[in-house]
Every structure is written in structure tokens, then in C-alpha cells.
């Protein structure tokens, strides 16, 4: 019986125009359990989808797991201590990527360029822009807030395969790095998961749902170990091989509504 629904968003939720169609919000409006967004993006670029959901009061995962809020409330998270920041950053710079520091609903990039324009792009967010040394000492004298929740590498793939691998030779124990496409690397504080931080969060406001009664939709490798764990994992029709490999159920592609598909489908049987 199915008594949460959580979901990834991009790539598996949104639609070809990167919203929610009519037909997924229809079916998920017919839902009355929770609806959980969980999504690498930061809090403010997940707020409008949570509004057109009407789930506004809902708690969300933000940064792959890193953090969990309900409303303003930090329910759980995981940072990165200000050393490994720093030495993140000039591997970035060295390479001649595009570094970008997020700390909660913070987003600070060194200039608009292409990349930073695409995310404003995908994720109606507008980052602060300022030199990365001005970002690197707020961040320093503002530790006492926590470290960031997310640094992300944008470049050339050349250059990005270069610095993955200096990232991960000299600090791979420290963080957790994630290529998510070609030409972008996600880092997150050791130990971020996606499913780590839906147990928490069933743990501290859902403690009579159990991991065995979630539906959880996914398409990349961030989502594996959670469509693996839950009682309903669903992959999309463009997931990764693995991702399907570890889901115990295939729904449709993500431009062809497939989560709205696989809830019409099943969601009525399994409540």
C-alpha cells in the first residue's frame, strides 16, 4: 500500500517544456498522502514547483540529500567544511570551469555566463555574482552558519575530466562527487544520499510510514540506491541502465507524463 510519494525532478517529473503538465498534476492532485520533491536543485528552485503542487507545507530534500527543510526549518543536513571548499574551488579554477557555491538558499557564481544563464534557465533562480575570493572569505567568516551544501563544476568535458579526476585523487574520501552529465560534477558533503535523508525524514515527521510503503520515481544515478530501497521504485523510460536495473517497476519517458502514467496505472490498486 503506497502512503508516500516522493520524486526526482528533473529528468523524471517535468515535462519537455521543464514544468508540470496538466496530466501530472491532475493525478498527483488525486493523491492524498504526501508528496515529497526530492532533487539536487537548491530550496528556491523547487518552491514554485511545490506551488503549482499546492504542497507548499510539505517538507522537500534539496542538494541529493545534503538537506531536508520543512518550510524554513533545517530538519537534517550535511555540509562541506570551508577547507575542502577552498580546495574544490581552485581545482575548478585551475581547469578553467565554471565553480558554483550553494549554502542553503544561497547561490553564488562568478559570473553570468553560459552556464550560470542555463541554471537561471532550468531553475528560475538568479544566482549573487561576485568574485569567487569575495564568496570564499563570506563563507569563511560566516562557518559558524555551516559550509556549503553543494559546489558544482560546469565546463568543457576535456577540462571537466581533468578536474574530476584531481577532485577525486586528492579529496575523493572527504566528499561525495557525482558527474551527473558530461560537462557538469555535483559535489556534495560525504554521505549525502537520497535515500538516507527520505529515512530521516520518514523517521522525524512520518514515523508510521515505513520505507516499504513509499513510491519513489527516479531517472540518474543519484536516485538508485532510493528507488532500491523503497517498496515502489520507479524509473523512467530514459533512466540510466542501472537505475532500471535497481527499480522494480518501468514507467514511460519523462516528456510522456511517465510518472502520471505509472499513477494511473497503479496508484488506485496500491492504496
Not at 74 to 90: D, K, M
Not at 160 to 173: I, R, V
Not at 191 to 216: C, N, Q
Request: charge should be negative.
Amino acid at each position: 500500500m503506497i502512503q508516500l510519494f516522493a520524486t526526482d525532478i528533473d529528468g523524471t517529473l517535468l515535462d519537455k517544456n521543464r514544468f508540470l503538465s496538466d496530466r501530472t498534476r491532475h493525478e498527483l492532485g488525486k493523491l492524498d498522502i504526501p508528496k515529497i520533491l526530492i532533487s539536487a536543485r537548491m530550496p528556491q528552485a523547487m518552491y514554485y514547483l511545490q506551488e503549482a503542487l499546492h504542497i507548499l507545507e510539505s517538507p522537500m530534500i534539496c542538494y541529493n540529500g545534503a538537506l531536508v527543510l520543512h518550510k524554513k526549518e533545517v530538519l537534517y543536513e550535511l555540509t562541506i567544511p570551508f577547507e575542502e571548499i577552498s580546495a574544490l574551488t581552485r581545482i575548478g579554477q585551475e581547469s578553467g570551469l565554471h565553480v558554483a557555491l550553494y549554502r542553503n538558499t544561497e547561490w553564488f557564481v562568478p559570473v553570468m555566463d553560459q552556464w550560470a544563464l542555463r541554471e537561471e534557465h532550468n531553475t528560475r533562480v538568479s544566482p549573487a555574482i561576485q568574485d569567487t575570493s569575495v564568496t570564499l572569505d563570506y563563507l569563511e567568516q560566516t562557518k559558524d552558519l555551516g559550509g556549503a551544501h553543494k559546489i558544482m563544476f560546469m565546463g568543457e568535458e576535456f577540462a571537466m575530466d581533468t578536474a574530476f579526476a584531481k577532485a577525486e585523487q586528492l579529496l575523493g574520501p572527504k566528499v561525495h562527487l557525482y558527474r551527473s552529465k558530461s560537462t557538469y560534477t555535483e559535489i556534495t558533503p560525504k554521505g549525502t544520499s537520497k535515500e538516507v535523508a527520505l529515512r530521516k525524514l520518514l523517521e522525524l515527521k512520518f514515523p508510521e510510514i515505513e520505507m516499504k510503503h513509499v513510491a519513489a520515481f527516479g531517472d540518474n544515478y543519484n536516485d538508485t540506491d532510493m528507488l532500491a530501497a523503497v517498496g515502489y521504485g520507479v524509473a523512467v523510460e530514459n533512466a540510466r541502465e542501472v537505475v532500471k536495473k535497481a527499480a522494480g517497476y518501468l514507467t514511460a519517458y519523462h516528456k510522456e507524463d511517465g510518472v502520471a502514467q505509472w499513477l494511473e496505472q497503479n496508484a488506485q490498486k496500491n492504496a
